[in-house]
Nanobody, 129 residues
Framework: EVQLVESGGGLVQPGGSLRLSCAASGFTFSTYAMGWARQAPGKGLEWVSFITSGGVSTCYADSVKGRFTISRDNAKNTLYLQMNSLKPEDTAVYHC??????????????????????WGQGTQVTVSS
């Protein structure tokens, strides 16, 4: 059974940082690309970032580019999202997700949420003073 469990969320002041983690199990993590998406209160699911199975290629939504960094440790079956220079508009529940089609191709950006399946329950990030 595929399981994705996020952690690391919390309350942070504007300009602060958080590091989210996603512990994966039930599949061969190193052979699948992964992603992060978020859902703000009263809004739909917004794709945030993508990383290929080997971690060589990444891409980001324009709203987080230059502030967020996605990474992975295949030895630990864990996906990460380092979030810096946080803004109030980053407040949302953050979910990690398994890419449907294996490792992904370097140089491509998979930004449609229906390209992912098996979503975690999410971790709340609140940016407020």
């Amino acid at each position: 059974e595929v399981q994705l469990v996020e952690s690391g969320g919390g309350l942070v002041q504007p300009g602060g940082s958080l590091r989210l983690s996603c512990a994966a199990s039930g599949f061969t993590f190193s052979t699948y690309a992964m992603g992060w998406a978020r859902q703000a209160p009263g809004k739909g699911l917004e794709w945030v970032s993508f990383i290929t199975s080997g971690g060589v290629s990444t891409c980001y939504a324009d709203s987080v580019k230059g502030r967020f960094t996605i990474s992975r440790d295949n030895a630990k079956n864990t996906l990460y999202l380092q979030m810096n220079s946080l803004k109030p508009e980053d407040t949302a529940v953050y979910h990690c997700a398994k890419f449907r089609n294996g490792p992904g191709y370097s140089g491509r950006c998979y930004s449609a949420t229906n390209e992912y399946h098996y979503w975690g329950q999410g971790t709340q990030v609140t940016v407020s003073s």
